[in-house]
C-alpha cells in the first residue's frame, strides 16, 4: 500500500441519519494509528444524506435546476469536511481544500478536501487530487460493500464482483451525473479514472476491513482497473 492515500469519504458514513459519533471516533482512531508510521492521507469527504436532505427540501419549495441542487450539494460537503478537519486537530492542514486543481504542497499527516463544482461528485475530485499527486489507486469507503451485477436492493440474486474493468463498470451505471446520484462510483469519475489509469477500491464502512487493506492483506470490496 502506498504511503500516501487518498482516501473517498462518503457522507452516509459520516451522517447516516444523526452524526455517526461512533464510526468517526473509530475511524479516527486508525488514521492516527498509521500516520504514527509515516503515512499520509488526503480525505475527500462526501455530502451524503446531508446533501440529499437539502436537495429535496429545495425542490419541494421551488423549481430548481440541477446545478443549483449540485451547489447546495457541494456547501454540504464542505461542512462535513470541516468536521473530519476539526476532529483530527493538529494533525491536518489548517484549510479544507476546496481546488483539485491546486499546488499541493501539504506538511501534516492529513489534507481534508470537499466538493469543488457542479457537474460531479467529490468521486471526481477525489480523482483530480489523485492525479495532482501522482497517486495511482484510490479507496473508496461509503455504504457500498461491493460493485454488483445488478442493483442488490432490486435483484435479490445479484451477484458481488471481486473485480472489474472500467468499460464494464460504465456499462452498469448511467453514462450521466445528476445531483444526488447514488452510485457506487459516479460516472463522471468513473471515465476520468480510466483515461487516468487510476485504480479504485470500493468497500463498505467495516474499518477493520479498511485497516487490512492498509496493511496489505486480503480485503472484502470490488477493485476496479
Do not use: H
Not at 482512531?29 to 451524503?48: A, V, W
Not at 443549483?68 to 469536511?81: M, V
Not at 501534516?108 to 497517486?135: C, E, F, H, M, Q
Not at 487516468?196 to 480485503?219: H, Q
Request: charged content about 30%; aromatic content about 8%; glycine content about 8%.
Amino acid at each position: 500500500m502506498p504511503k500516501t492515500v487518498v482516501l473517498s469519504l462518503g457522507g452516509s458514513l459520516i451522517i447516516p441519519d444523526n452524526i455517526d459519533i461512533n464510526f468517526l471516533k473509530d475511524f479516527k482512531s486508525i488514521i492516527e494509528k498509521y500516520i504514527k508510521t509515516g503515512f499520509k492521507f488526503i480525505i475527500i469527504c462526501g455530502g451524503g444524506k446531508l446533501a440529499r436532505d437539502m436537495q429535496q427540501a429545495a425542490s419541494k419549495l421551488a423549481d430548481i435546476d440541477n446545478e443549483a441542487l449540485d451547489c447546495l450539494g457541494i456547501y454540504a460537503t464542505r461542512l462535513n469536511a470541516q468536521l473530519i478537519k476539526t476532529i483530527f486537530k493538529n494533525n491536518a492542514e489548517d484549510a479544507v481544500s476546496d481546488n483539485p486543481n491546486e499546488k499541493i504542497n501539504f506538511k501534516k499527516s492529513i489534507l481534508v478536501a470537499s466538493g469543488w463544482l457542479p457537474g460531479w461528485s467529490t468521486d471526481y475530485d477525489a480523482i483530480l487530487l489523485a492525479k495532482n499527486l501522482g497517486v495511482k489507486e484510490i479507496i473508496n469507503l461509503s455504504n457500498v460493500e461491493y460493485v454488483c451485477d445488478k442493483d442488490p436492493k432490486e435483484y435479490k440474486d445479484a451477484k458481488k464482483i471481486e473485480r472489474m474493468g472500467w468499460s464494464d463498470y460504465q456499462k452498469l451505471i448511467s453514462d450521466k451525473w445528476r445531483a444526488g446520484m447514488n452510485a457506487p462510483f459516479d460516472p463522471v469519475a468513473a471515465k476520468e479514472a480510466q483515461k487516468s489509469g487510476i485504480k479504485v477500491s470500493i468497500m463498505g464502512k467495516d474499518l477493520r476491513n479498511f485497516e487490512n487493506m492498509l496493511k496489505g492483506k486480503k480485503f472484502k470490496g470490488t477493485v476496479i482497473e
